[in-house]
């Protein structure tokens, strides 16, 4: 358990903030927050450039040393940005490419939308599954699909964690 690097990704409203806390806690291992929602609740509005700054300081958190848990990574800067701009700029997509996780969980969004100053996507939540998921295939990033209610995400974690010998 040395230095396992896990990565929480998905749409809005996905469960992956309960999903990363408990499982930091589980195997007491080093939580990486949102530093979005940190960033976020300073501004009224932001633009293309604060997607920029919040990628570089989220980068830098998941790349701390030892075991870690991040709820979130460079994959949800880049659709963010996608979806809200039509672009991404060439600093995310260096971190993506540079970002290290040895294991991904995807967070289906198979439940009510819990409404939050922060978030804006509401009623597509399926459709940026989607594009999670096939991001996900295209980078090649190994990854398990979490779905269903909490307890059952917690034993699909469980279970992948000790059938690929990653903890």
């Not at 929480?8 to 291992?29: D, H, N, Q």
């Not at 939308?113 to 996507?121: G, I, Q, T």
């Amino acid at each position: 358990m040395s230095g396992v690097r896990i990565a929480f990704t998905g749409p809005e409203c996905s469960g992956k903030s309960t999903m990363a806390k408990w499982l930091a806690s589980e195997y007491s291992l080093k939580i990486i927050e949102e530093y979005a929602r940190e960033y976020l609740q300073k501004k009224r509005g932001y633009s293309i450039d604060d997607l920029d700054v919040i990628a570089a300081e989220q980068f830098v958190r998941n790349s701390s040393q030892g075991a870690l848990v991040a709820d979130t990574e460079m994959l949800v800067l880049k659709i963010w940005s996608e979806e809200k701009y039509q672009r991404v700029s060439k600093n995310i997509l260096q971190l993506l490419k540079q970002q290290e996780f040895d294991f991904y969980f995807l967070c289906k969004p198979d439940f009510n939308w819990v409404s939050d100053p922060l978030r804006e996507n509401a009623l597509d939540r399926e459709r940026l599954f989607d594009l999670y998921e096939e991001s996900l295939k295209k980078h090649k990033y190994p990854y398990c699909l979490l779905s269903g209610p909490e307890v059952e995400r917690k034993e699909i974690i469980k279970t992948i964690l000790a059938n690929k010998n990653i903890l």
